[in-house]
């Protein structure tokens, strides 16, 4: 039970990897322990906080049906962004959420309007935890734009889950922040509740 009545922003950045992208990434990817995360972290935190992600099709799903599940989430705990660039690939749970926030192309460039998404969805909210589960190359740019951003907030890099995450965790996640249970505890319902909810 959360001990406070204030909702919460908690940010998501979480995918998982597609084999055709850097080997990197799906060479230590859990896809099992990345589902798992996404769940227990929508599960645990969803009836009291609210979790703003942008939309990977990989993980949005995931959150719907812990929506379903639950049955008595609010939809304005869950905030989604997509950029305008992908509305052709959007998965078919978008519709389901009241929630999705539409970012514009820029220049019809990639890069550009993704940046532009990240912008939007690290700026319009105050974020009290970030958390970071799996994912490819947005991983690494959405940690270094959010710590910048939210210098005072928890970070979960959750590295158990591999991926770029691991590489967050190994490689820029401060020395005196790393903590075992990020690394080797698959008792993800545990750790949120402990983190994000305690």
């Known amino acids: 039970m959360a001990t406070s009545n204030k909702i919460k922003n908690i940010f998501l950045s979480a995918s998982i990897p597609l084999p055709e992208r850097d080997p990197k990434y799906i060479g230590t990817a859990d896809i099992i322990a990345i589902r798992d995360s996404v769940i227990a972290l ?3 935190v969803l009836p009291y906080h609210r979790i703003v992600w942008g939309g990977h099709p990989s993980i949005t799903p995931l ?3 812990v929506m379903e599940k639950l049955d008595i989430i609010i939809p304005e705990h869950v905030v989604l962004y997509q950029s305008k660039l992908f509305e052709n690939f959007f998965p078919e749970d978008n519709n389901k959420f009241n929630n999705v926030i539409l970012t514009d ?3 019809n460039d990639r890069d550009k309007s993704l940046l532009h998404m990240r912008e939007r969805m690290l700026s319009e909210f105050e974020f009290s935890a970030a958390v970071f589960i799996g994912g490819m190359e947005g991983i690494e740019t ?3 734009m959010f710590i910048e951003k ?6 979960l890099p ?4 591999g991926a770029a ?3 967050v965790y190994d490689n820029f996640f401060p020395e005196e922040m790393k903590n075992e249970r990020f690394l080797k505890d698959y008792g993800y319902m545990s750790l949120f509740q402990k983190y994000l909810m305690e």
Do not use: D, G, R
């Open 165 to 167: 995450t691991k590489i």
């Open 158 to 161: 959750i590295a158990s889950t």
């Open 63 to 65: 959150i719907y049906y």
């Open 142 to 144: 959405e940690y270094n």
């Open 42 to 44: 929508a599960s645990t």
């Open 105 to 107: 192309i820029v220049e």
């Open 150 to 155: 939210h210098s005072e907030a928890l970070l």
